[in-house]
């Protein structure tokens, strides 16, 4: 039978800085916006992901299934602007 040898691992701490601490040593932040024609396929896309979402929103209000759930769906509405 071999023998067997145990190695032992040294973990060394990690120390991390808060974002309030970071921020100041940031460079400013610069936002472009920039208005890019959908291809229709993208179009397509969007536009049914879009009708199901609504649809989705303005059943959950026909019901008492909750906030949380309208929330959410709202959440993904405002995520097909983003991509």
């Known amino acids: 039978m071999p023998d067997l ?3 032992s691992a040294r973990h060394t701490p990690l ?3 808060t974002k309030e601490q970071v ?3 940031l460079p400013d932040r610069i936002e472009e916006e920039l ?3 959908l291809t229709p396929r993208h179009r397509r896309v969007h536009d049914t992901l ?3 979402e609504r649809s ?3 059943g959950l209000f026909d019901d008492d299934s ?3 759930a309208q929330a959410l769906a709202a ?3 405002r995520g097909l602007f983003e991509e």
């Open 15 to 17: 120390l991390r800085r």
């Open 5 to 7: 040898v145990v190695v």
């Open 35 to 37: 208005a890019v024609e």
């Open 56 to 58: 989705r929103v303005l």
């Open 50 to 52: 879009l009708a199901r």
């Open 66 to 68: 909750g906030a949380f």
């Open 75 to 77: 959440d993904d509405i």
């Open 23 to 25: 921020a100041p040593e």
